[in-house]
T-cell receptor, first 115, second 114 residues
Framework: GAVVSQHPSRVICKSGTSVKIECRSL??????MFWYRQFPKQSLMLMATSNEGSKATYEQGVEKDKFLINHASLTLSTLTVTSAHPEDSSFYIC???????????FGNGTRLTVT | AQSVTQLGSHVSVSEGALVLLRCNYS??????LFWYVQYPNQGLQLLLK??????LVKGINGFEAEFKKSETSFHLTKPSAHMSDAAEYFC????????????FGGGTRVLVKP
C-alpha cells in the first residue's frame, strides 16, 4: 500500500531557530499533501494544503511566514517552522493523496519540542 | 461549514466487551465520513469510510460504523474489544468536493481493561 514517510520523527530545537520537517510519498506521486498540527490530547487541525508546483493554501489563523511549506516535487513536501517558540511545540502530521478525492495516506508524525 | 462532535473523550471497556464510539456530524452537503485510529506517537490509520454507498460500513480490525442521516450520526462499533484496540479514535468529515479537506472530531481515547 501507499506509504508516507515523515522525517524526523522527533526533534528538539532551541527557541529562535528553524526546523524543517520532510514528508515523502515513497511509492506513489502525491498531487496534494496536507499538513496538520496536533496539540497534546487534542484533535488534528489542518494547517495548510500543499499542491506540487504551486503555493500552499493556508488555513485561517496559520501564519504562512512562520510555517513555510514547499512542495517542490510530486514525492516531497517540507514544512519549515521558522523562528520557533515553545508554543510551537506540537505533533505535526502530514498526509498525501494520489488523486483528487482519493484516500489520504498519513505519515507517522513529527514531535517538535522547542526549548 | 462542516463539524464533527465525538461524545466522550475517554471510553473504558473490558476486553471482550462491546466498543461503541459516538460521532455526530454537521454538513451542508452530503458528507463523506471517516473513522481513523491513532496509536501513540504515530500518524493516522484509516479504519473505514462512508461514501454514500451502503449505510453500514465494515472496516479493518473488526470495526464497523453505521451512517444514519436522520440522526446525523456515524457511530463506530466493535462487538468484542481486544487489548490491541487501545488507541485514540477520530471521526472526520469531508465535503467530498474537489480538494476535500478533512475536519476532525476531538477524538476518543479507548482504554481496554483485561
Amino acid at each position: 500500500g501507499a506509504v508516507v514517510s515523515q522525517h524526523p520523527s522527533r526533534v528538539i530545537c532551541k527557541s529562535g531557530t528553524s526546523v524543517k520537517i520532510e514528508c515523502r510519498s515513497l511509492d506513489f506521486q502525491a498531487t496534494t499533501m496536507f499538513w496538520y498540527r496536533q496539540f497534546p490530547k487534542q484533535s488534528l487541525m489542518l494547517m495548510a494544503t500543499s499542491n506540487e508546483g504551486s503555493k500552499a493554501t493556508y488555513e485561517q489563523g496559520v501564519e504562512k511566514d512562520k510555517f513555510l511549506i514547499n512542495h517542490a516535487s510530486l514525492t516531497l513536501s517540507t514544512l519549515t517552522v521558522t523562528s520557533a517558540h515553545p508554543e510551537d511545540s506540537s505533533f505535526y502530521i502530514c498526509s498525501a493523496r494520489i488523486v483528487r478525492d482519493g484516500p489520504l495516506h498519513f505519515g507517522n508524525g513529527t514531535r517538535l519540542t522547542v526549548t | 461549514a462542516q463539524s464533527v462532535t465525538q461524545l466522550g473523550s475517554h471510553v473504558s471497556v473490558s476486553e471482550g466487551a462491546l466498543v461503541l464510539l459516538r460521532c455526530n456530524y454537521s454538513s451542508s452537503v452530503p458528507p463523506y465520513l471517516f473513522w481513523y485510529v491513532q496509536y501513540p506517537n504515530q500518524g493516522l490509520q484509516l479504519l473505514l469510510k462512508y461514501t454514500s454507498a451502503a449505510t453500514l460500513v465494515k472496516g479493518i480490525n473488526g470495526f464497523e460504523a453505521e451512517f444514519k442521516k436522520s440522526e446525523t450520526s456515524f457511530h463506530l462499533t466493535k462487538p468484542s474489544a481486544h487489548m490491541s484496540d487501545a488507541a485514540e479514535y477520530f471521526c472526520a468529515v469531508s465535503d467530498g468536493a474537489a480538494g476535500n479537506k478533512l475536519t476532525f472530531g476531538g477524538g476518543t481515547r479507548v482504554l481496554v481493561k483485561p
